[in-house]
């Protein structure tokens, strides 16, 4: 069966520190690759997707970024966090093809000082 | 720009009723539209979905109904338990691989 994990589960850093939140898939292959940001009170904000290794896609422009190394692992980065960017990060993955849904991680929760 | 939206941010239903949640969206290349089932501070579960080649799909409780020319699409919960008390969120995909999210209705099932 597939598995999704996502960590760390709860982080606090300073604002000017960078981030770095890691999501790997387990038992299947080239899925699509998602990471989403809830905002206090909002809804899921589309941030980034991935169809494969090194293709991302960029949803809406902000201080952050990310990568895809290898086929089942999705990387969110940041170089200067900015205390608008504390929220619940959640990554998903979908299977490449057809009318499938997705699943999703477990989130982190992000508190920006 | 919001393409799937749900406009009411929240939903209070006696428990044994009918419980309605709407969403509707801008995209007419979305032909694929599920609903998810939130709790704070975890990840969303899969609740259903429906293609747009169909315009009912049901499971169990939950039944998700289409409405193409609408645009609009709904899920109704029957009957409504307290445990279904929780943050239900619209999401709809189309030819591209963006799947896009509804701001979320949240719901409060009362005994």
């Known amino acids: 069966s597939q598995t999704i994990h996502q960590w760390p589960a709860t982080l606090v850093q300073p604002v000017g520190s960078p981030l770095s939140l890691e999501c790997t898939v387990e038992?299947?292959?080239?899925?699509?690759l998602y990471w989403y940001r809830q905002a206090a009170g909002r809804g899921l904000q589309l941030l980034f997707y991935?169809?494969?290794?090194?293709?991302i896609s960029s949803e809406v422009p902000q201080n952050l970024s990310a990568s895809r190394p290898q086929d089942r692992q999705f990387i969110l980065s940041s170089k200067k966090l900015l205390l608008s960017d504390s929220g619940f990060y959640l990554c998903?993955?979908?299977?490449?093809?057809?009318?499938?849904?997705?699943?999703f991680g477990q989130g982190t929760r992000l508190t920006v000082v | 720009d919001q393409q799937v939206k749900q406009n009411s941010p929240s939903l209070s239903v006696q428990e044994g009723r009918i419980s309605i949640l709407n969403c509707d969206y801008t995209?007419?290349?979305?032909?694929?539209f599920l609903w998810y089932k939130k709790y704070p501070a975890e990840g969303p579960t899969f609740l259903i979905s429906?293609?747009?080649?169909?315009d009912k799909n049901e499971d169990g409780r939950f039944t998700v109904f289409l409405n193409k020319s609408a645009k609009h699409l709904s899920l109704h919960i029957v009957p409504s338990q307290p445990g279904d008390s929780a943050v239900y969120f619209c999401?709809?995909?189309?030819?591209?691989?963006?799947?896009?999210f509804g701001k979320g209705t949240s719901l409060l099932v009362t005994p």
């Open positions: 429906i293609s747009s080649i169909k």
């Open positions: 998903a993955w979908r299977a490449g093809t057809g009318w499938t849904e997705a699943f």
């Open positions: 999401a709809a995909i189309g030819s591209g691989y963006a799947l896009n």
């Open positions: 038992g299947t292959s080239n899925p699509n």
């Open positions: 991935s169809v494969g290794i090194g293709q």
């Open positions: 995209n007419s290349m979305f032909d694929y």
